[in-house]
């Protein structure tokens, strides 16, 4: 049996996986007069492939229970995907590198500190959404094909995981 603890989640130590969504250290401007600041161009999104667009949903997640069996992973082939919490409580994110199959061996799991989302590269193989508290509600940007059946692309591929991995809440 296997346990992963989640570690702070910092850019250097995801830059693998994807960006860390956070306005620290971000560039902004000063805009509407004077009376917001934008943090602007904080991901871009990876969702052209066959001619899709980016779409906005919102998840209501409910909370999981720790320690929290990894039993599978998956991961989107043809586009990005970012999620940002609506509130500000931390949430887990574990994820792998890997092509056809993910490697175990670069499993990790992260604590957001409750002011930063995740977007995942293309194709990075990750564990769906962890909350901890039960009806959190995240942002979640990623790719649509309008239903159009010429637009059509394999959307997830999942992979079931043998061995017993556990993930600690802290």
């Known amino acids: 049996m296997s346990k992963i603890t989640p570690t702070l989640l910092t850019q250097a130590d995801f830059e693998k996986f994807g960006k860390v969504i956070q306005i620290e250290n971000s560039d902004s401007k000063t805009i509407n007069n004077g009376y917001a600041q934008k943090y602007f161009e904080l991901c871009t999104m990876d969702a052209n492939e066959k001619n899709g667009s980016s779409t906005l949903h919102i998840y209501v997640a409910k909370n999981r229970e720790f320690p929290l069996k990894i039993d599978m992973l998956e991961k989107h082939p043809f586009f990005s995907q970012a999620f940002m919490p609506r509130g500000s409580k931390p ?3 574990v994820v792998a590198l890997g092509e056809d199959t993910p490697d175990l ?3 990790k799991a992260f604590r957001t500190n409750g002011n930063q989302g995740v977007h995942y590269n293309r194709g990075v193989w ?4 962890i909350s901890i508290e039960n009806g959190e509600q995240f942002i979640v940007i990623d790719r649509t094909d309008h239903n159009h059946e010429d637009k059509k692309i394999i959307e997830c591929i999942e992979y ?3 061995e017993d991995i ?3 809440k802290e």
């Open 91 to 93: 949430f887990l994110v």
């Open 105 to 107: 061996t670069t499993l």
């Open 126 to 129: 990750h564990f769906p959404l």
């Open 160 to 162: 079931d995981i043998d």
């Open 166 to 168: 556990f993930l600690e």
